[in-house]
Each structure stands twice: as structure tokens, then as C-alpha cells.
T-cell receptor, first 113, second 116 residues
Framework: GENVEQHPSTLSVQEGDSAVIKCTYS??????FPWYKQELGKGPQLIID?????GEKKDQRIAVTLNKTAKHFSLHITETQPEDSAVYFC????????????FGAGTRLFVKA | EAGVAQSPRYKIIEKRQSVAFWCNPI?????LYWYQQILGQGPKLLIQ????????DSQLPKDRFSAERLKGVDSTLKIQPAKLEDSAVYLC??????????????FGSGTRLTVV
């Protein structure tokens, strides 16, 4: 079946450094790729998304890139801050009569002050 | 706008007991989802409603799980009887988009279920 692979599972960076999380998907019908941030005890929160007709999108310190040919998409966080520490999930959505969204397993990001 | 409301926040039950979770989505959101999130994993879809109709329940263990969304607003998810492997966080999410274009979800804070 369709799946989304996410790497790395854990990432530790120094405050101010950049962090990159990568995902690959298998369903070629996927056309929408959201990223979620989940803090302890809370539900996932949408932080940025990208559609299949766009190769890159940026919002302040975060950016997402998409390579549809390779079925890869990545999250880039620049100038990391301690409050960026959380679990990040990528997801891939397709529409075939109804939405189907598959989540990656998550990346736990630690930003050391 | 108010977020997705879920209750209870925590629940501890013994195996073979039953439990129910409640969700109130964001007003006007036609689509409602129940996800199961096992510790250390990504959310896994259990069931998706569009208004009060089921769109996808292919991953719902129907021998023990049931869900309903009366009047296309609130939803309840029930487990009966519970098993140890049902211990997880149950997340409710809603979204506005009902066309062929994907859209982000708004998640509630979840219900953490522990089955002992």
C-alpha cells in the first residue's frame, strides 16, 4: 500500500543552525503535502504546506521543497530556536473520490541552546 | 475561531471494557477525521466523515470500533471491547475543503487512552 517514509527519526542541532527533514512518498496521485508540528501533549499543528504544481514555498524561517519526479519533499528550518523543539510530521494527500492522507513516522527535533 | 474540542483528555480502562470519545469540530468544517496515534508513530486514519456520511473507514477495526457523526457536526468514537493494543492517543481533526484540492487539518489535543 501507499506509504510515506521520513528521515531522520531524531535530529539534534545547535541553536541558530539549520535543520532539514526529508520525506519520500509512494502514491503518484499525491498532490498535497502538509507539514505538522506536534508539541508534547498537543495535537499536530499545520505549519506549512505545498501543492504539486509548486516546487518550493517559504514562510519566514521555514521552507518546503518538492521534487515530484523523485517523489521527495523536504522541510527546511533556518536559524533554529529552542521553541522549534518538537516532533515534525510530513504527510502526502491524494484525492480519489475522497481525501487520503498518509503521515510519516515523525522526526523528533531537539534544538540545544 | 474556536479549535477542535475533544473530551476526555485522558482515560484509563481495563481490557474488555468499553470507552467513548467525543469530538466537536470547527464550525462549518464539513470533513471530520478520527486518527489513532500510537506512541512514537505518525497518526493513522481510522475513519473519515464528510458531513454525516462515511467517506473512508477501511482502516477501522469494525469488530470493536464504531463511530458516528449525527447531524454532520459532533462525532463520537467508541471502542468495545478494548484491547491492550488500543492504548494510544485518539486525535480528531476537521477540515473545510471538500473539493479535489487537498487542505490542511486542524487537530484537537487528543484523548490519551491507556488500557490495562
Amino acid at each position: 500500500g501507499e506509504n510515506v517514509e521520513q528521515h531522520p527519526s531524531t535530529l539534534s542541532v545547535q541553536e541558530g543552525d539549520s535543520a532539514v527533514i526529508k520525506c519520500t512518498y509512494s502514491d503518484s496521485a499525491s498532490n498535497y503535502f502538509p507539514w505538522y508540528k506536534q508539541e508534547l501533549g498537543k495535537g499536530p499543528q499545520l505549519i506549512i504546506d505545498i501543492r504539486s504544481n509548486v516546487g518550493e514555498k517559504k514562510d519566514q524561517r521555514i521552507a518546503v521543497t518538492l521534487n515530484k519526479t523523485a517523489k521527495h519533499f523536504s522541510l527546511h528550518i533556518t536559524e533554529t530556536q529552542p521553541e522549534d523543539s518538537a516532533v515534525y510530521f510530513c504527510a502526502a494527500s491524494s484525492y480519489t473520490g475522497g481525501f487520503k492522507t498518509i503521515f510519516g513516522a515523525g522526526t523528533r527535533l531537539f534544538v540545544k541552546a | 475561531e474556536a479549535g477542535v474540542a475533544q473530551s476526555p483528555r485522558y482515560k484509563i480502562i481495563e481490557k474488555r471494557q468499553s470507552v467513548a470519545f467525543w469530538c466537536n469540530p470547527i464550525s462549518g468544517h464539513a470533513t471530520l477525521y478520527w486518527y489513532q496515534q500510537i506512541l512514537g508513530q505518525g497518526p493513522k486514519l481510522l475513519i473519515q466523515f464528510q458531513n454525516n456520511g462515511v467517506v473512508d473507514d477501511s482502516q477501522l477495526p469494525k469488530d470493536r470500533f464504531s463511530a458516528e457523526r449525527l447531524k454532520g457536526v459532533d462525532s463520537t468514537l467508541k471502542i468495545q471491547p478494548a484491547k491492550l493494543e488500543d492504548s494510544a492517543v485518539y486525535l480528531c481533526a476537521s477540515s473545510l475543503v471538500i473539493t479535489g484540492q487537498g487542505g490542511g487539518y486542524t487537530f484537537g489535543s487528543g484523548t490519551r487512552l491507556t488500557v490495562v
